[in-house]
């Protein structure tokens, strides 16, 4: 029909009265070497996409459409690529697991977690859990990568994160600025929250070198225009309608002129949608990463400064970073962890109700945070190392492994109970009580109360101190603090 030449007898008398046929379609028909019907929207034409190991897959300017030297070969055929899970698992065709003598059934596969189009790590090794209440291992702290678990055999190209783009947001604790990250290892996007707002202020002198991600900064094509660049934001100072100053990746980093600065203060933080978002009580997620960024964002006091000429003390901005990794629930997962918390309801702790899940007490991995850390220059070898905002000794642990260079780890105490060792704490707001609402400072937090407080928090906080060794000291019956 398309090639067939116009009867000559109709074309003057009939005039067609459908829509020109759409080159673009025709185009995708021929690239895809198959039919594309109105089903097929949620396909991919692009090969790799769904292969988010392969190189290019996350990264679109990566992509190498077929080179001209090649043009005379024989074109490869496309793959074409589906980002659905199998129709089986997408129908809900669920495997369960009868538990015959308690006469429950539990479905043991997720539909999502295990969709074939999920990079190998996604699969549970039936090995390392155990779901059965009961013959329960020891609890396990571990922090195995989920990410860089690779099934028997199979090489993963080695780990790359690209900052695919930053902005500046203003927060109650100042200026930050947010970067978006892409990984060849998840389809997740994970952030680094940038405190440095020294780079906002180019009149000043730089004491520190800019936080600055290398990959962001880095040319991504020859084709790429100013515009690309600061629209991604690959800018130097403060951008605004007057100034639009893209950066370029060969800027010299200002040596450090002073010798006692301090090593930027980090923090690798977890996603927790029910902590951060909806304020829940239940754990201190969303109080730490308004802690976190608020002690970052501290301006930092120097002794007078000899290098600079300057004899009376110098206070510089605040500087360093929140990494905020997509791994929601320790790893396991918003549902496993709503599922959780309703073991944890029947008096389970929080160990053991994700044990019971068949998941382990810890399910993060810290290759992408460390690759994070690299592409911002933080932590590296050579430099000045990071102080480390944490009391988890497995964090520290496993940040060390993935070569991040930390100087000191900075604890994290929890306001409520900061409150014990300071009753003036400006943190703490008035008990609420029923009918009143608590009265918060104007940017004191993000979500809506000063501190978290309550029994489910007080015990998750036990549980974490006890269980899984966070170095907290602890109140005791007695009245007085115990160092675990
Ligand atoms: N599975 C599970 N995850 C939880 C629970 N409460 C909070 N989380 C998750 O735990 C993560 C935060 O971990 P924490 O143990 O608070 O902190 P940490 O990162 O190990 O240690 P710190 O650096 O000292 O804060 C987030 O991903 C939360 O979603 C829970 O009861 N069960």
């Known amino acids: 029909m398309l090639t067939a030449p116009t009867p000559p007898v109709l074309s003057s008398r009939y005039k067609r009265r459908d829509s020109e046929l759409d080159p673009l379609m025709l185009a995708a028909v021929a690239a895809s070497g198959t039919h594309v019907t109105r089903n097929h929207y949620a396909h991919d034409f692009f090969p790799a996409v769904g292969d988010p190991q392969a190189e290019g897959a996350y990264d679109w300017t990566k992509w190498q459409a077929q080179s001209s030297k090649d043009r005379g070969a024989r074109r490869p055929r496309l793959k074409y690529v589906s980002r659905q899970a199998p129709r089986s698992q ?17 479905e043991v596969a997720e539909p999502l977690r295990n969709a074939e189009n999920l990079p190998p790590h996604a699969h549970r090794d039936p090995q390392t859990t155990s779901h059965v209440e009961g013959i329960l291992p020891s609890a396990s702290t571990s922090t195995t990568s989920q990410v860089s678990t690779a099934s028997a055999g199979q090489v993963l190209p080695p780990l790359e994160a690209k900052c695919m783009a930053r902005t500046r947001v203003p927060t109650p604790h100042g200026p930050v600025f947010l970067h978006l990250y892409h990984n060849n290892r998840d389809n997740k ?175 993060r991995g810290y290759e992408i945070a460390g690759a994070i850390l690299r592409d911002l220059g933080l932590g590296t070898e050579v430099g000045e190392g990071v102080r480390l905002l944490t009391n988890n000794p497995d964090k520290v642990q496993a940040l060390e492994k993935e070569g991040v260079r930390i100087v000191e780890r900075v604890p994290m105490v929890p306001r409520s109970w900061q409150s014990r060792h300071a009753k003036d704490d400006v943190h703490i707001v008035t008990t609420p009580s029923d009918d009143t609402p608590p009265v918060t400072p104007a940017g004191a937090t993000m979500i809506g109360g000063g501190a978290v407080y309550g029994d489910d928090l007080e015990k998750y906080l036990r549980t974490k101190v006890l269980r899984m060794g966070h170095m907290l000291p602890l109140l005791g019956d007695d009245g007085l603090f115990h160092d675990q």
């Not at 629930?329 to 109700?353: E, M, P």
């Open 90 to 106: 997408r129908l809900g065709l669920k495997k369960v697991d009868e538990d015959k003598e308690n006469g429950a059934v539990r």
């Open 189 to 363: 996007e994970h952030l680094a929250i940038v405190v440095d707002p020294a780079q906002l202020d180019e009149a000043s002198p730089a004491f520190a070198p800019p936080i600055r991600s290398a990959s962001l900064d880095a040319v991504w094509s020859e084709t790429e225009t100013e515009m690309d660049r600061i629209t991604r934001g690959a800018y130097v100072g403060r951008l605004s309608a007057t100034s639009q100053k893209p950066s370029s990746p060969s800027t010299v980093q200002p040596p450090l002129t002073i010798d006692n600065l301090p090593s930027p203060l980090i923090r690798i933080h977890s996603e927790c949608f029910t902590g951060e978002t909806i304020g829940s009580m239940r754990c201190d997620c969303g109080e730490q990463l308004d802690e976190a960024i608020r002690q970052i964002s501290q301006p930092i006091k120097l002794p007078a400064l000899s290098t600079n000429g300057s004899a009376s003390p110098v206070t510089i901005p605040g500087r360093g970073a929140v990494i905020y990794m997509r791994q929601e629930g320790r790893g396991i997962g918003l549902l496993s962890k709503i599922r959780a918390y309703n073991l944890q309801d029947l008096g389970h702790d929080t160990v053991t109700a994700n044990l019971m899940l068949g998941h382990k007490a810890d399910e």
